[in-house]
């Protein structure tokens, strides 16, 4: 079975540009999350949904950061617009609905560096 | 609220000798607990978990880790480590009522020395 995919897989901007990653989790798994992972870091909770629904989104800094997940299946988190702290690497993870809580399925991540 | 703390940034062991990383838990409810290893630009893979029952849980690659809760540890152990094993790997508690959120340590980097 496909893993979950994520693009791109790097990024440059400079600073205040918006920028957009996006995910597609494997398929069949209802819970989606994105995790920013700065370096020398664990990855942190930005945003977790069941299906289409963001059932955790405390930790997302709303003022520019946003994201969404329409049809329950692949999702984008975008910034706008991006400041230099933001440079890290953001990551999706899946979680099945059976299989036992807590086991996530990572993808590659999208590292991205704001100049 | 759940925390873990992993004690190493840096960990380095010769080919063949006992891997041991260490993680100790806080938890206000009965956790669960989890390694995961993440090779370079790559996101993170379970190893193991523990969610109930047996203390010592074994994963894959010949990881295993043992839940022990008077010490609140659950220390990562490999018998003998493989030059493929260098990796950094991540402690990671989640509350076992409800929706708890997956809350990760900042890793160990493991080498293995030839």
């Known amino acids: 079975e496909a893993g979950v995919v994520q693009s791109p897989r790097y990024k440059i901007i400079e600073k205040k540009q918006p920028v957009a990653f996006w995910c597609n989790p494997i398929?069949?798994?209802?819970?989606l999350y994105w995790y920013r992972q700065n370096l020398g870091q664990g990855p942190e909770l930005l945003i977790r949904?069941?299906?289409?629904?963001?059932?955790?989104d405390s930790q997302l800094p709303k003022d520019r950061f946003s994201a969404e997940r329409l049809k329950g299946v692949d999702s984008t988190l975008k910034i706008q617009p991006a400041e230099l702290g933001d440079s890290a690497v953001y990551l999706c993870?899946?979680?099945?609905?059976?299989?036992?809580?807590?086991?996530?399925?990572f993808g590659p991540g999208t590292r991205l560096l704001v100049l | 609220a759940q925390s873990v703390t992993q004690l190493g940034s840096h960990v380095s062991v010769s080919e063949g000798a006992l891997v041991l990383l260490r993680c100790n838990y806080s938890?206000?409810?009965?956790?669960?607990l989890f390694w995961y290893v993440q090779y370079p630009n790559q996101g993170l893979q379970l190893l193991l978990k523990?969610?109930?029952?047996?203390?010592l849980v074994k994963g894959i690659n010949g990881f295993e880790a043992e839940f022990k809760k008077s010490e609140t540890s659950f220390h990562l152990t490999k018998p003998s480590a493989h030059m493929s094993d260098a990796a950094e790997y991540f402690c990671?508690?989640?509350?076992?009522?409800?929706?708890?959120?997956?809350?990760f340590g900042t890793g160990t980097k493991l080498q293995v020395i030839p």
């Open positions: 993870a899946s979680e099945p609905l059976t299989g036992g809580r807590g086991t996530q399925y």
């Open positions: 398929s069949g798994h209802n819970t």
């Open positions: 949904y069941e299906n289409e629904e963001a059932v955790d």
């Open positions: 938890s206000s409810v009965p956790p669960y």
């Open positions: 523990y969610t109930t029952g047996a203390t």
């Open positions: 990671a508690v989640m509350g076992s009522g409800g929706y708890q959120k997956v809350t």
